[in-house]
């Protein structure tokens, strides 16, 4: 499905509802398997978090065989339940996705559950899914992982540290990606009374393999799926703003960071008592503010907002700090090179940098490829406000945010199949 989008300007104040964030819902899916006391609200509505409930749902069901489980393009899911799966005692599982999934590394996750005692095996490629995982009761406690590598495979690890017998001991070697995404996953476990520590580049989580007295947890609603709002605000007139449900001050997701980068293209965030947000354009800003350029190791899922951004403000950038966008459901970096050079940007990247500076875009719209790759999709729809635009494959968007299309309806775009 094509979409052509067009937009001269969006409603001056609008209301959005925005469901759980992807990534707490993901992890607190996991932490209710383990611990069947937790009650979860305002869980994402996204393809990746609907693929962790069916898998679980499906892993639990009566058999004496092994199980074949895909995730599709889930790759939260695919990392998590590696490491659920592994501490499945008596239980054989074959873990799968699609095409691109199984050209998503798992080596380094597979590697350090191996050495804790997990029961791996690779199906096709070495190195990649699909993997058999034959579940069993794992005694070893300390593991070492390179700490420049997806936070995912470190938090699939601490997800399921607090059901170890001895807990676990994980060091990190190098300098650490993603911080955030690792705080988040420790506050989760510290919300639900499981004791942690992170000092320097250890971190230590308390074995507790009872069950919990009953919780209910609400999810913070999803920073990521804001970025595209925080994009169109920054592209419209002095005066717009739209208000959005339910952030916090005190957020653990790294993409918060939003607020603060945001401020820079003249957007001013306010944070209101019923736990909404209001974001307003209030100035006008003519040069990339991050001086030597902006490091997104710590949120690098908003790293294609910024840029989009930029090119749509008409300013140079650099962004870095992006190696591990070469690893997720397409090479983002690639991605944005070849489809912001289409609309007359020239584009420099790396292994984890990527370097634009802007041109005059196309007076009529044209195509963007999104690569099968949900961010893709949201983070161009922005442009509308300066060209007519083409969003090629745009039912992407369900991986994290299912009714992207129809709320940016309900702020005045106008949106139509090609």
């Not at 199906?123 to 699909?130: A, D, H, I, L, S």
Request: aromatic fraction near 6%; proline fraction near 4%.
């Amino acid at each position: 499905m094509n979409l052509l989008l067009k937009s001269s300007t969006c409603n001056p104040q609008s209301a959005i509802a925005i469901t759980g964030s992807k990534s707490e819902t993901n992890r607190l899916l996991l932490l209710q398997a383990l611990y069947p006391n937790l009650t979860l609200e305002n869980t994402s509505n996204s393809d990746d978090s609907e693929v962790m409930i069916k898998a679980l749902q499906n892993f639990h069901l009566p058999t004496s065989i092994s199980q074949l489980i895909n995730v599709h393009h889930a790759g939260t899911a695919m990392r998590f339940l590696t490491a659920y799966f592994a501490i499945q005692e008596n239980r054989e599982v074959i873990l799968t996705g699609s095409s691109r999934m199984k050209e998503r590394p798992i080596k380094i996750l597979v590697d350090a559950l191996r050495k804790l005692g997990a029961e791996i095996s690779y199906e096709e490629n070495e190195g990649f899914p699909p993997i058999k995982i034959k579940g069993k009761k794992l005694l070893q406690n300390k593991v070492s992982l390179p700490a420049n590598v997806s936070s995912q495979y470190i938090s699939a690890l601490l997800l399921i540290a607090p059901k170890l017998e001895n807990g676990l001991e994980l060091t990190l070697e190098g300098e650490i990606t993603s911080v955030p995404y690792i705080k988040m996953t420790l506050a989760l476990l510290n919300e639900i009374g499981v004791k942690t520590s992170f000092a320097d580049n250890k971190i230590v989580v308390k074995p507790q393999t009872i069950n919990y007295k009953p919780q209910i947890i609400s999810v913070e609603s999803d920073w990521s799926s804001a970025s595209y709002f925080y994009s169109i605000i920054a592209l419209s007139k002095i005066g717009t703003q739209i208000t959005l449900s339910s952030y916090k001050k005190n957020s653990l997701q790294g993409d918060s960071s939003l607020v603060e980068i945001y401020k820079n293209f003249g957007v001013e965030t306010i944070f209101n008592e019923n736990q909404s947000i209001t974001i307003s354009k209030i100035n006008v800003h003519n040069s990339f503010p991050f001086g030597e350029g902006w490091d997104g190791a710590n949120s690098p899922d908003i790293a294609q907002t910024i840029a989009v951004t930029c090119f749509g403000l008409g300013m140079d950038c650099h962004l870095s700090g992006l190696h591990t966008l070469k690893i997720k459901e397409t090479d983002r970096l690639e991605a944005l090179k070849t489809e912001l050079s289409k609309l007359g940007a020239t584009i420099s990247v790396t292994n984890d940098s990527l370097t634009l500076v802007s041109g005059s875009p196309p007076l009529e719209g044209l195509g963007v490829a999104t690569y099968q790759d949900h961010r893709m999709a949201m983070a161009f729809a922005p442009l509308a406000l300066k060209i007519p635009i083409i969003i090629e494959e745009a039912e992407v968007v369900s991986k994290s945010y299912p009714t992207f299309w129809d709320d940016l309806k309900k702020i005045g775009f106008s949106i139509k199949e090609e």
